[in-house]
């Protein structure tokens, strides 16, 4: 099994690299952030310097099978103005399945970086790295945990428009590699490696941003049986230059997607100093 720990001593080392040997970017100028978060997408944008941000993503979803909630809670610190640090962890999880009863517990945490080259070019293009890895300290035997630990590398290329209100279009295209690290069920589904991407863009007016993405992942590759795709309508008021509050309704357009979920988004940020 050495093999398959080698990717993940690959992506480890790609999480902690940046914190001994970052580099500021040559371009300093100030790129305006007139949005911090997007619904089921990474952005570009990095903390600055000592800033931190609290997130909370409350969630709905319901398929054929089951109906879930969860409230995601994420803290993101700013290392430098381009390195940042990254906490997640899902909360308190619920799932109402039809063939059986409902449980609650506690999720997931996920514990990662990302480094964000900003103004490259004409001032106008951004691209960022960053590794997420999920440690699956959540209860097991409730089914709300498959046991997984998770490693998720990921890239982003953005492009504003400044003449469209500051408005961008982004791509995200990731990966994940699954390693099943704790005893579950019989029944559990394998852990299977899975490709994922995400189209983006948003646009602003006033104190609002409209925002919209497709958000695909697929593991058939890897001998599972997930194609899913959404479309993630959204809307975002920046209450302040600390205060933003929104709300998503990603709608499935396969199969095997969730047939709709509803993704709240509050976010508070603030500098230490």
């Known amino acids: 099994m050495l093999f ?126 960053g590794n997420l890895i999920e440690l699956p300290v959540g209860t097991v035997r409730n089914g709300l945990t498959e046991g997984n630990l998770e490693v998720q590398p990921f890239a982003v290329l953005a492009r504003d428009f400044p003449a469209l209100n500051q408005s961008q279009v982004f791509v995200e295209l990731g990966f994940t590699w699954a390693d099943q690290i704790r005893s579950v069920s019989s029944d559990s589904d394998p852990a299977l490696d899975r490709f994922f991407w995400n189209l983006g863009a948003f646009f602003p007016f006033g104190s609002w941003r409209a925002t919209m993405e497709i958000n695909g992942s697929n593991n058939r590759w890897d001998g599972g049986n997930d194609n899913e795709i959404f479309i993630t309508p959204g809307i975002i008021n920046k209450l302040s230059r600390e205060w933003e509050i929104g709300i998503a309704a990603p709608i499935g357009a396969t199969r095997t997607s969730d047939d709709y979920r509803v993704v709240g988004y509050l976010m508070w940020e603030f500098e230490l100093d």
Request: negative net charge.
């Open 4 to 129: 398959l720990r080698f990717p993940l001593f690959l992506f480890l080392a790609s999480l902690l690299f940046p914190v001994f040997s970052y580099a500021e970017p040559e371009n300093k100028n100030e790129v305006p952030q007139p949005i911090q978060e997007m619904f089921q997408s990474n952005l570009v944008y990095p903390q600055e310097e000592d800033e931190i941000q609290f997130t909370l993503f409350p969630s709905f979803r319901k398929n054929s099978n089951t109906k879930k909630a969860g409230t995601l809670f994420e803290v993101e610190y700013g290392i430098t103005d381009a390195f940042q640090i990254i906490f997640e962890w899902d909360g308190l999880l619920y799932q109402n399945p039809k063939a059986g009863p409902a449980v609650s517990g506690p999720g997931n945490i996920e514990v990662g970086a990302q480094y964000s080259w900003m103004g490259l070019g004409d001032g106008n293009t951004h691209f960022s790295f």
